[in-house]
C-alpha cells in the first residue's frame, strides 16, 4: 500500500548517492529514443531547428573575417591618404550587416522553433503518460515505489525540448568552433591547446555539481511529493472543513516547514559549493585567456601581423573560448538531462501483468453459467515482499448464477471490495482461479470484460466537470446521448438534483472552476448511481450504494435497481441490512475468507455470525 503522508516527519535526511563518469555516459543511450519522440512529434519543426542551427554555426566566423578584411580595408585606404576607391569598403560593410540581420532572424527563429516543438513534445508526452496509466495494473496505483517513479516521470512531460536544444546548441557550437579554430590553427597551434587547458577546471567542477543535483534530487522524490500533497490539503476546497474543524492548519504547516527546510539545507550547501568552486575555476580559465590575448598583443605591436589580423585572432580566441566553455559545459548539462530523461523511460518500461490474451474470448452474451471462484486468494504484492502472511482473501469457492442477486456483508477489512475488484479483473487472483461459463478470466479480452461488468466503488470519484459528463462516465462513449444520460438520472434519483442546478445538466460540479456548484453528499451519490444505469453491464457491483442516502431515497433507489438488474448478475456491498436482505443471497465474509451464505432467512436460521450483526444492527433501531 501507499506509504502514510502524514506520519510523523522523517528522523533521518535522505541521502543521495553519487553519480559517477559511467552513470552519466551511460544516460546518454537514452538520446536516440528521445529523439525518436521528439521527431515522431512534428518531424517538420525537428528538421527546421537543425537546419537552422547549423546555418547560423557558420556566422560567428564569417563576420569576424569579414570585419577583419573591413579594419585592413581601412587602414589601406587610410595609407592612401584619401586617394583609394572605397566601394569595396562599403561592400564588406554591406556583407557584414546582412550576416548580423540573418544572424539575429535565425536566432529568432530558432527559439520560434524551439518553443513550438516544446510545448507539442509536453503535450504528446502528457498524452502518452496518461495512455500508458490507463493500461497498468490498479495494484501498481498502489504502490509507494510506484508512484515515486510516476510522479518523477511527469516532472519530465515539460522541459525535455531543452536536451533538444542542448544537443543542436552542442552540434552548432562545436561546428562554430571548427571554423574559428581553424583560423588560430594558421597563425599558432599552440592557442588551441591554451584555450582547451583554460576551460578544463571549470568543466570538471560543473561536471561534479550537475551529479550531486541530480542525485539529491532523485533521493528526495517521495519527500517531494509529500511536500506537494501537504500543500494541497493545507489548501484545498475539500479538505478545508475538516482543516478547521479540527484545528490541522498549524500541524500541516509546521510539518511543511520542517520538511522543506532541510532540503533546503542541503540543497543551499550544494548551491554555496558549487558557487565558490566555479568562480575560483573559472578566474583561472580567464587567466590563462588574457595570457594567449597578451601574446597576441605583443605580435601585433611588433608588427608580425595586421590590425585586422589582430582583431580577427582576438575575437576568433574570445569565442573559441566561449565555445569551448559552452560545448564542455552544456556537455554536463546535456548528460544532466539525460539522466531525467531516464526517470521517463523507467516509467514507460514499467508493464501491466493483467492484460489480454493473444486470442481472447469475448464476454458471453447472454452469461449461461456464471462466475464461480475456485479456491481463490489474493495477497497484496507489497505484503509479500515485506514478509506478512496476512491476505485479503483465502480459500474463497462460491458460484454467482446468472441473474442472482448477491449480497457481500462482512466488517471492515473482511475482503468485500477486494472480492469485487477481481471479479472486475481489476486485480488477478494469487492463487485459485475465477471462472466465467467455464473459462478462466484471464482467457477473456480484458477490455470487453470491463465493458459488461458496471461497478460503482464507494469512493467514486467526484469528476471537476459538468452534471451530464458526470453521469456519462458510465458510458463515456455515449457522452453525446443525451436522452439516455436523463434517463439514468430519471432512474437514480440525480434528475432530482439537476433540476435544481442552475446550468442543468451542463452545470459545473465542484468549486474547482468558475461558477462551480457543490453537491452534497446524498446528491453526489446519485449522480454517481446514475453511472450505472448508463452502462448497459452484464454484471452490475455497488459498493455502499447508498451509504449517503436517507431511508426514503434508499427505498426509492432499490425499487429502480430491481429493474435494472432484473436478467443480469448484480453484487452488492453494503452495511445496512435493509438492503442486504433484498438479495438472493448473501455471503459473509470474516478475515477474507467465506464463513457463511444463503438468503437473509436461512442465516437467520443459522444464528451464526450473519444472524449477530443482523440483530445488532436491529438493536440500534429499537
Do not use: C
Not at 108 to 122: E, I, T
Not at 433 to 448: Q, S, V
Amino acid at each position: 500500500m501507499a506509504k502514510s503522508t502524514l506520519g510523523p516527519p522523517p528522523t533521518s535526511l535522505p541521502t543521495e548517492k553519487p553519480l559517477n563518469w559511467r552513470d552519466r555516459f551511460s544516460a546518454l543511450k537514452n538520446l536516440p529514443d528521445f529523439f525518436k519522440l521528439v521527431w515522431q512529434t512534428s518531424p517538420g519543426l525537428f528538421l527546421g531547428n537543425a537546419f537552422g542551427r547549423l546555418l547560423r554555426a557558420a556566422i560567428p566566423a564569417a563576420s569576424l573575417y569579414v570585419g577583419k578584411l573591413i579594419i585592413d580595408e581601412v587602414v589601406r585606404l587610410i595609407g592612401e591618404r584619401g586617394n583609394g576607391d572605397p566601394s569595396h569598403l562599403w561592400k564588406l560593410v554591406a556583407a557584414e550587416f546582412s550576416l548580423a540581420v540573418l544572424s539575429t532572424a535565425l536566432g529568432r527563429l530558432v527559439s520560434l522553433l524551439d518553443s513550438l516543438l516544446g510545448d507539442l513534445f509536453a503535450n504528446r508526452t502528457s498524452i502518452r503518460l496518461m495512455e500508458h496509466a490507463a493500461s497498468l495494473d490498479l495494484e501498481q496505483f498502489e504502490d509507494a515505489t510506484f508512484y515515486d517513479k510516476l510522479e518523477r516521470a511527469r516532472r519530465q512531460t515539460t522541459g525535455r525540448t531543452v536536451l533538444l536544444s542542448q544537443v543542436f546548441g552542442q552540434v552548432q557550437e562545436i561546428i562554430s568552433v571548427a571554423f574559428l579554430a581553424a583560423g588560430l590553427v594558421v597563425y599558432n597551434p599552440w592557442l588551441i591547446g591554451l584555450l582547451v587547458l583554460a576551460v578544463l577546471p571549470a568543466f570538471i567542477a560543473d561536471n561534479y555539481f550537475n551529479q550531486r543535483s541530480y542525485s539529491l534530487s532523485r533521493s528526495w522524490t517521495p519527500e517531494r511529493r509529500e511536500l506537494d500533497y501537504l500543500r494541497y490539503v493545507g489548501a484545498a476546497d475539500d479538505t478545508a472543513k475538516e482543516v478547521k474543524i479540527f484545528g490541522l492548519s498549524d500541524f500541516l504547516i509546521e510539518r511543511f516547514k520542517s520538511m522543506s527546510w532541510s532540503y533546503y539545507v542541503k540543497n543551499r550547501a550544494l548551491a554555496i559549493s558549487r558557487t565558490g568552486w566555479g568562480t575560483l575555476l573559472t578566474a583561472l580559465g580567464t587567466a590563462g585567456y588574457y595570457g594567449a590575448y597578451v601574446w597576441i598583443i605583443g605580435r601585433a605591436v611588433a608588427g608580425q601581423i595586421s590590425l585586422g589580423d589582430l582583431t580577427f585572432l582576438a575575437g576568433s580566441f574570445r569565442q573559441v573560448r566561449g565555445s569551448l566553455e559552452s560545448i564542455l559545459l552544456q556537455f554536463s548539462g546535456l548528460t544532466q538531462e539525460a539522466l531525467y530523461l531516464q526517470d521517463l523511460f523507467d516509467y514507460f518500461a514499467i508493464k501491466p501483468t493483467i492484460d489480454s490474451p493473444k486470442n481472447p474470448l469475448l464476454f458471453p452474451k447472454p452469461v449461461r453459467k456464471g462466475f464461480v471462484f475456485e479456491n481463490v486468494g489474493f495477497q497484496y504484492a507489497n505484503a509479500s515482499a515485506s514478509g506478512s502472511e496476512r491476505w485479503a482473501i483465502r480459500n474463497l469457492s462460491f458460484t454467482l448464477v446468472p441473474g442472482e442477486k448477491l449480497a457481500l456483508v462482512g466488517e471492515n477489512g473482511a475482503g468485500k471490495t477486494t472480492l469485487v475488484k477481481l471479479l472486475a479483473r481489476l486485480y488477478e487472483p494469487t492463487e485459485g482461479r475465477i471462472l466465467l461459463d467455464g473459462h478462466d478470466l484471464r482467457e477473456y479480452d480484458l477490455a470487453d470484460l470491463r465493458r459488461n461488468v458496471g461497478v460503482i466503488f464507494q469512493d467514486y470519484v467526484r469528476f471537476k466537470m459538468s452534471a451530464g459528463v458526470n453521469i456519462a462516465v458510465g458510458d463515456i462513449d455515449e457522452r453525446t446521448n443525451q436522452p439516455r444520460i436523463e434517463n439514468s438520472a430519471q432512474r437514480s434519483l440525480a434528475d432530482s438534483v439537476i433540476a435544481k442546478l442552475p446550468g442543468g445538466y451542463e452545470q459545473q460540479l465542484g468549486k474547482s472552476f468558475n461558477k462551480g456548484v457543490e453537491l452534497s453528499g446524498g446528491e453526489w451519490q446519485k449522480v454517481a448511481l446514475a453511472r450505472a444505469y448508463m452502462r448497459d453491464a452484464q454484471l452490475i457491483i455497488l459498493d455502499e450504494p447508498t451509504a449517503a442516502l436517507d431511508a426514503r431515497a434508499e427505498y426509492e433507489v432499490f425499487q429502480r435497481f430491481a429493474a435494472l438488474t432484473e436478467g443480469k448478475s448484480s453484487v452488492i456491498i453494503s452495511h445496512r441490512f435493509s438492503t442486504v436482505r433484498m438479495a438472493d443471497r448473501i455471503l459473509v465474509l470474516e478475515g477474507g475468507r467465506l464463513i457463511e451464505l444463503g438468503s437473509h432467512t436461512e442465516l437467520l436460521a443459522k444464528n451464526g455470525r450473519y444472524a449477530e450483526l443482523f440483530q445488532l444492527q436491529a438493536r440500534g433501531y429499537q
